[in-house]
């Protein structure tokens, strides 16, 4: 990850990680790893909670 976010479950930063991620995730679910996929998706859906988030939307 590149981003600034400094969660224990970093999000993705843009779009090319965000693809990343979701092709992690589908690659967990191929291979029955449900903690990958539990991990991967907190990553995924808590993004607009993420600190770094709400400060770089407040400075645009």
Do not use: Y
């Amino acid at each position: 990850m590149t981003g600034t976010c400094h969660c224990l479950f970093a999000h993705p930063a843009n779009d090319e990680e965000r693809a990343a991620l979701a092709a992690d995730l589908k690659n967990a679910r191929h291979t029955s790893d449900l903690v990958s996929v539990q991990i991967l998706l907190v990553r995924l859906t808590t993004a607009g909670s993420c600190p770094a988030r709400r400060t770089k939307g407040a400075n645009a």
